[in-house]
Structures are given as C-alpha cells and as structure tokens.
DNA sequence: GAAGAAAAACATACTCAGTAGTCTGTTTTT
DNA sequence: AAAAACAGACTACTGAGTATGTTTTTCTTC
C-alpha cells in the first residue's frame, strides 16, 4: 500500500499533476512535462510505462492524500455531527494544500473514459483509483449514516446526500487560487465555512 | 440573443454534446461526432467554423437552458428562502433534463484551458461563456445576499457560499445516470433533496 | 407550375502539425 | 563493472482543418 516512491519519482508526479491542472489531462503531453522538469521524456518513460499510467499514479496519490488527513482525525467517540466536521476542515485543508492533484481528479471524475481500447493493465489501474476513491468517501458515509439513524441528521437518499456533501467540500477545486497574501488565514477560513455549510445542510 | 437555430444545427449541437460527455470534451474527435450523425466532417464545418467554436456553441446552450428555467420561477415577492427553493428545483430539473449538455459544462470548467494559441476568435467566444456563466449565477447570489441581509441566511464569505451551492445544484451531474425506470420520480426526488440541501446549508 | 440559376447543405479526399511510444546511446550512481 | 537514470533522435498514427466536388433546396422568372 505504502509504495515507496523515490525523489525523482515524486518530483515527477508533482510536476505531472501541475501541467494536467493547467492544461487539462488530456491536452497536457509528456514532452510538456518534461520541459517543465527541464528534463526530456527518457526520465518520465523510465519511471512510467505509459501516460495512463502516470495520470492514474497522480489520481491515486490525491486520493491518498485526503485519506491520510482525514483518517488521522477520525474519533468513532465522537457524535457523528463532530466527527464529521472535524473530518470536512481535515479534507478541505488538504485539498487547498495539493490542489493540482485534486483538480486532476475532478477533471477525469465526470465520467468520460476515453475511447482507447486501453490496454487492459490500464484499465485495471483506473478500477484501482475508483476503488480507493469509493473507499474514501465511505470514511464520510459511514458518519452521515450514523447521523441519520441517530437523528440529528435529515433523513434523505443516501448516495444523494453523501455526492452532494463531497462535491460541497471539494468546490474549492473550481475556483481557488493560490498566491494571495493572506494564505493561511483564507484557507482557514474557507475550511471553516465549507465546513459549516456541509454539516449545516444534513442537520435535521 | 435568442440566435435561432436551425433544425440541423440543433441536431449537430445534440449529438456533439453526447459525445462531448461519453468520450470528453478532448478525446471527442469532429469524426465521432459526424459518425454519431451518420454524416461526414463536412456537414459540421459547414455550420462551426472550428472545433472550439462548437464546444463553445454547446456550452452557451447549456447555460440559456438552466437560465430560462431557472429565471421563470423568480419572484422577487417571495421570501430568499422560498425563491431560492423554487429556483433549486427549477435549476436540478433542467440539468437532468438536458444533462449531456452540463457533463461537458463541468468538464471545462475546471480551469484547464488547453495550450492553442487559440485565435482570438476562440477567446471571445470562451470569455462570452464564462460571462453567461457569472450572470446566470448571479440570478442565486442575489437571492443569498437578500437572505444574508435579511438574517435568514449565515452570515458566510459570499463567494465561497455561492459557489458551494451552485456545486450541490451540480452534483448529479457526476453521478446520475439516465435509463433506469421511474425517471419522473426519481427525477423529482433527487431534485427535492438537493433543493432541500442546498437551503439547509445556508440557514443560520 | 415548370425550368433554370443561385445558394445552401452536405460528402470525399487530402494536408499537416502534434504526440505517444520506442530504440539506442550517454551519463551517473552503486 | 554493472545497473540505474537519464538524453536525443526516430517512427507511426491520430485528428483538426482545408479544398474541392456533389447533391439538395430555394429563389426567381416566365
């Protein structure tokens, strides 16, 4: 699970993930991230098979990201409703802190799959990402299921009620942008009432 | 404004949106498009001048579709709380209505503008989107400010709360699936809960 | 209302740029 | 010395856009 990854391997991913969020995943070609490396495609392709595979290596860490932070606060003794909020501050402040992953994810999460006949290594790569994906928002269903049996939360469609509160706390991703003075105390407070807003719209 | 369109256009606009939103806005190539219509690459040059102007095309239709909509239902007699409601469901209706429409509006609204030094005739009409775009939101940003104002509302960053409400209006956008019987309820449901939610998040 | 001209609505066959992936060197580390 | 980590040149293919031909419609004019 914990795959080691090495420096330049990092490095490569972070810059991947930059081009995909300027460019668009598809429109973004290895030879523009490698120039943005300063580097040529022999670097990428030794460490990555395909492009496939590199977008998949980048969504997979996204996911990993907001899984690691969110898990880490997740107290089962705590009342859903605390739980849950401390657990959307978690996620957001993640997200604002590796926003280009994030926007990589969104980008391929409308669920246009390509035509490829994708060589099916490819394919399986794909399944991996949407499986810890699926995975991770299971953390924030687990919750509102909670709170909806316990009462303090609205009953309504669960997969509605949890898509809704996911996209909520990812809106971010739209429309932030980084390198305003102020930056923390705007990620605070962009955490904080996202937050809010998220718990306040499944209260009963 | 109200640019008529021709039966052929509008047919040609239908089916780009379609493969816009199974393939991505990218990887859609004006051959699949043509195929899906049983024509050639021809017929479609001959009513856009280029790719980028048809995706474009699509996406303007996309935002007059949820702005008719959503504008016949506004009723400035009416508390925020309950014009904001009507206009909720008036707008998730007609997203799931005409959805491949808005799938492609999601896809290109993640800041990813491709690298083509697109000719300024492209950036026009990309800038003219994105203006519709802030317009018809601010049909609901006025609504959130009155309320706001008004008390009924928190008192949160308006930015931020817009635009977390314009996602949940969204979601079913990444998730809904048309084809399975009982659309009418469902389609009824889902629009009830998300208006629901979308209210609930931003009482104070 | 028929004949013919003009324009609109397409089809077909091309060009050409960009890009994923490969193959073979070259450098650096171990 | 051997293996890992790259660079650089090359191939094959896709896909946007064009240029020209062909069909259909529309618009006249008798």
Same mark, same amino acid.
Request: aromatic share 6%.
């Given at each position: 699970m914990l795959e080691q990854i090495s420096a330049s391997k990092s490095e490569i991913l972070d810059a991947a993930a930059h081009c995909f969020m300027t460019l668009g995943a598809d429109a973004a070609s290895i030879d523009d991230i490698a120039a943005s490396l300063g580097s040529t495609k022999g670097r990428i392709y030794h460490h990555f098979p395909s492009k496939g595979a590199l977008l998949a290596a980048v969504q997979l860490r996204a996911a990993r990201f907001t899984y690691g932070a969110v898990q880490a606060v997740i107290?089962?003794?705590?009342t859903p409703e605390a739980c849950l909020h401390k657990m959307a501050q978690a996620h957001v402040l993640e997200v604002l802190r590796s926003l280009p992953y994030h926007k990589v994810i969104l980008q391929t999460f409308t &669920? +246009?799959? &390509?035509? *490829?006949? *994708?060589k099916a290594a490819e394919e399986g790569l794909q399944a991996q990402v949407r499986a810890e994906q699926r995975q991770y928002t299971e953390l924030f269903a687990a919750q509102v299921s909670r709170g909806m049996a316990n009462g303090t939360? +609205?009953?309504?469609?669960l997969r509605v009620t949890v898509a809704g509160l996911m996209l909520t706390l990812n809106s971010p991703v739209f429309w932030y942008q980084s390198g305003r003075g102020d930056e923390q105390n705007f990620r605070k407070t962009v955490a904080d009432d996202l937050a809010e807003m998220a718990l306040a719209s499944l209260r009963a």
């Amino acid at each position: 699970m914990l795959e080691q990854i090495s420096a330049s391997k990092s490095e490569i991913l972070d810059a991947a993930a930059h081009c995909f969020m300027t460019l668009g995943a598809d429109a973004a070609s290895i030879d523009d991230i490698a120039a943005s490396l300063g580097s040529t495609k022999g670097r990428i392709y030794h460490h990555f098979p395909s492009k496939g595979a590199l977008l998949a290596a980048v969504q997979l860490r996204a996911a990993r990201f907001t899984y690691g932070a969110v898990q880490a606060v997740i107290d089962e003794r705590l009342t859903p409703e605390a739980c849950l909020h401390k657990m959307a501050q978690a996620h957001v402040l993640e997200v604002l802190r590796s926003l280009p992953y994030h926007k990589v994810i969104l980008q391929t999460f409308t &669920g +246009a799959r &390509g035509k *490829s006949p *994708s060589k099916a290594a490819e394919e399986g790569l794909q399944a991996q990402v949407r499986a810890e994906q699926r995975q991770y928002t299971e953390l924030f269903a687990a919750q509102v299921s909670r709170g909806m049996a316990n009462g303090t939360f +609205a009953p309504r469609t669960l997969r509605v009620t949890v898509a809704g509160l996911m996209l909520t706390l990812n809106s971010p991703v739209f429309w932030y942008q980084s390198g305003r003075g102020d930056e923390q105390n705007f990620r605070k407070t962009v955490a904080d009432d996202l937050a809010e807003m998220a718990l306040a719209s499944l209260r009963a």
